[in-house]
DNA sequence: AAGACGAAAGTGGTTGA
DNA sequence: TCAACAACTTTCGTCTT
């Protein structure tokens, strides 16, 4: 994916655009239009200014990544005292190529581990591209992987299954909101499969990841439906007093947060059916029925309709 | 005709004996 | 290991706009 670099907004040509790394997403600030919602850099960390610079730096190679096994070293050193073009190399090449070589043979612990990891991060990497998370979150799941490998608690799962599970803590972790069953689907496993993974991930690395803050969900329905940033706000008003009641514990936050929605809409007049909005939180209307209900009566909430 | 509402039965996961 | 349980879903009939 190499996507040049956007500077306008195609929409409306404004300038102003806003880099919303929480979301994964590259908004306009003039008319809100999302331009992008992927945030991934896939070209190195550099820039070169002229063609010297250019020279020397391409050969660093790709930047250093925890998403690739040996974290991006494995690809620029073979056991030919050449370059490229099949030239032979200077001498002062070819003691940094020495040197590198070393290093990369010690790095290489084992051959079936090793390769194991390789694949699992190519696996990671592939999910992560699939549901548009921008990179800290796959560079927190690769961490995580590793952490499971280190553990020696591969044995018995399948590599879909724990790179699911990753990919899922380490979006509850950067606060990014993504279903397990959007995840368990990009990784072509069963939502069962994805759940039990990613609990015996949770109890073996005993990480405490906070429960999602239906808050955040808000943002995203928003977004979704293309609501204003007065209803946004006003749902999140709703559910902060929802949560002062205790009416969010034991519930799931994204049939809160839904209902939150939905209620703003019809305040604010910008109606939304309580099927569209059950389509993007991936509830049933009859779940924002009973959250709305609730959240009415107990807030006491005036809807003049 | 579409959306909202609610009852009833079913599902998958948690808990506690 | 099993049954009870809560939350949520599916389905379907009825009412409202």
Redesign the pocket.
Known sequence: MKSEKITKCPECGNADLIRDYEAGELVCEGCGMVISSTLFDHGPEWRAFDEEQREKRTRVGAPLTWTIHDKGLSTIIDWHDRDVYGRKLKPDQKARVYRLRKWHRRSKVSGATERNLAFALSELTKVAYKLNLPKNVLETASVIYRKVVRKRLIRGRSIQGVAAASIYMACRQCNIIRTLEEVAAAAHIS??EG??NY?FLLRKLETRVPPVDPTSYISKFVNQLTLSGETESIAMQILGQAMELRLT????????AAAAT?IASLLTDE??????I?KGA????????????ELTQKLNIELD?
Do not use: D, F, L
Not at 249 to 256: K, L, V
Not at 283 to 293: A, D, F, L
């Open positions: 939502k069962k759940g039990r609990r514990s034991g519930r799931g936050p994204a049939g809160i939905y109606r939304r059916t309580q099927g569209e059950a991936h509830v049933t209307e009859v779940t924002i029925r009973n959250r709305y209900k309709m």
